[in-house]
């Protein structure tokens, strides 16, 4: 009886070891993965860093396990463009993730984490045409920058040369921009509501990074310390949810098709005139839409000019030669314009130099392939969750030498203009799913980085450590919280 048992048990095991070898045979090869956590504990260091490690022993495409779930992680530029761009019908899904499972309630998903199909295209292209109509990315809403950049301006001036951390100053001028289109209105920096809205923005962020164990493993809700993280996900989720809900409803009550006022209301007439696929999804999608272009557009933008101003308090040589620029073409009194971008080469090529060197998105946000394919000769099978490694691309020294340097000359053609094409850059992505407020996002940065260089010099407060450029791997990849001095140019 127990050589019976022995036997039978001898065989499960071997079974197990044979199946999960099947399993692994289906996916490209990569590092060692351990039961049941998988490469969980490599993982932990920093999946950009060590992925960077597995691309030099494992080539472009590798497979890493998040505990029992596979990943298909994608280096490089020809491996990311080749799955994205030229397969991209079948490389655009998103994956069903546990938190997401949690925020996002019902069938209408709204875009960023919404499967691919046609309620996602049809959601995505009324929120593009949207966005377009009010300006995003266009000239027509430079006013509206300029004018949050000034406002910027006095209170980086209030400051009075004084050390202060201005994450919040940044976020709350950068979210007023994506607020003036979404929701037809804007904050003042000192609305307690608002900065309110952006401190839940920022600790859902915080928590959601801590709370993504929960989307390898589920059942670790009923461990207290991750349930707290889990709760406050949802708490702030929850309180950003009931602010757009509230938005959204005091449009409804004043809404009249011949005067559109904002995205917001845009949606609302698509509504009114029946669109075929939106008015068959719950109403849910909508306040998703319009939460994800909150939160997509707040966060992003701001952490790049946080990154750019650390970088150039480090580099203040880079700082003086965007100034000298600045001052020749456009003085300090002349209204920054987003005509002037080039005519202002060196001041553009280093807010690129910032996005390529601290990409706030370096696994960009996962994908899953709908189909069976091949991609330079590794098979990848349908259902497959993807990682495009954009911090691979940023940091290949194929393209980017010593690329750890702060150089932005790089961007640069022998006659100090922009260079006309840029190889393995992708701070959007790219493909059906690249990011929908890459427009806006530009203008954004060029007017809030121009504006401030025009008025300040940016030091480290007198004796203070420079702070490191590590940071704090989260939902974005933002620098670790750090004090500066503003002191005016005029
Ligand atoms: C510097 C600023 C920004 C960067 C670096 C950035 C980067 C990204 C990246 C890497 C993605 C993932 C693309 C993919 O899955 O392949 C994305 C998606 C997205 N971004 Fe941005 N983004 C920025 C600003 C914005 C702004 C201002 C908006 C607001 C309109 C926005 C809205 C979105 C949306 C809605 C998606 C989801 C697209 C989809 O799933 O179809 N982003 N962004």
Request: hydrophobic residues 40%.
């Amino acid at each position: 009886m127990e050589l019976l048992l022995l036997v039978a048990l001898v065989l499960l095991v071997v079974y197990l070891y044979v199946e999960d070898l099947r399993l692994r045979r289906k996916y490209p090869p990569g590092p060692r993965a351990w039961p049941i956590v998988g490469n969980l504990r490599d993982l932990a260091r920093g999946p950009h860093r060590v992925f960077a490690e597995w691309r030099l022993k494992y080539g472009d495409i590798f497979t890493v396990w998040l505990g029992s779930r596979p990943a298909v992680v994608l280096n490089g530029q020809d491996a990311v463009k080749e799955a994205l761009q030229k397969h991209g019908d079948i490389f655009s899904s998103r994956p069903d993730l546990f938190l997401w499972g949690r925020t996002i309630r019902t069938k209408g998903k709204g875009i960023a984490t919404a499967p691919y199909g046609p309620e996602w295209k049809e959601t995505r292209k009324v929120a593009l045409t949207w966005l377009n109509t009010f300006g995003a990315g266009k000239q027509s809403l430079e006013p509206t920058i300029v004018q949050e950049a000034q406002d910027l301006v006095q209170v980086f001036k209030d400051k009075r040369g004084q050390p202060f951390d201005p994450t919040l100053s940044l976020g709350l001028a950068v979210s007023n921009v994506i607020c003036s289109v979404v929701f037809g209105r804007r904050f003042n920096h000192d609305d307690e509501r608002f900065s309110h809205l952006m401190e839940l923005n920022s600790r859902y962020f915080r928590a959601y990074a801590s709370a993504q164990v929960l989307n390898v493993y589920p059942k670790l809700r009923y461990v207290p310390s991750v349930r707290r993280n889990l709760e406050e996900v949802v708490t702030c989720s929850e309180e950003i949810r009931s602010f757009v809900i509230e938005v959204i409803q005091e449009h409804r009550e004043t809404f009249d098709p011949n005067n559109i006022r904002d995205v917001i209301d845009g949606f609302l007439l698509e509504e009114h005139r029946g669109n075929r696929i939106l008015s068959e999804l719950p109403g849910d999608n909508v306040i998703n839409v319009i939460k994800n272009l909150f939160t997509a557009g707040t966060d992003t933008t701001a952490t790049t000019l946080r990154w750019a101003l650390l970088y150039l308090v480090k580099n203040p040589d880079v700082q003086r030669k965007v100034q000298d620029e600045i001052d020749v073409r456009l003085g300090k009194q002349t209204r920054v314009s987003i005509l002037l971008r080039e005519h202002l080469p060196y001041t553009e090529a280093t807010i690129r130099e910032a996005q390529r060197i601290r990409t706030i998105s370096p696994s960009s946000v996962p994908h899953e392939t709908t189909a069976p394919t091949t991609i330079l000769g590794h098979q990848i099978p349908s259902g497959t969750f993807i990682v495009p490694n954009l911090w691979s691309l940023h940091m290949d020294p194929k393209y980017w030498p010593d690329p750890e340097r702060f150089d932005p000359t790089r961007f640069l053609d022998a006659d100090g203009q922009l260079a006309p094409r840029t190889e393995s850059f992708l701070p959007f992505s790219t493909g059906p799913r690249k990011c929908l407020g890459e427009q806006l996002a530009k203008y954004e940065l060029f007017l809030f980085f121009t504006s401030l260089l025009q008025q300040f010099t940016f030091k480290m407060p007198e004796g203070a450590l420079t702070p490191d450029t590590e940071g704090i791997v989260g939902q974005v990849f933002s620098p670790r919280p750090f004090e500066i001095c503003v002191i005016p140019r005029i």
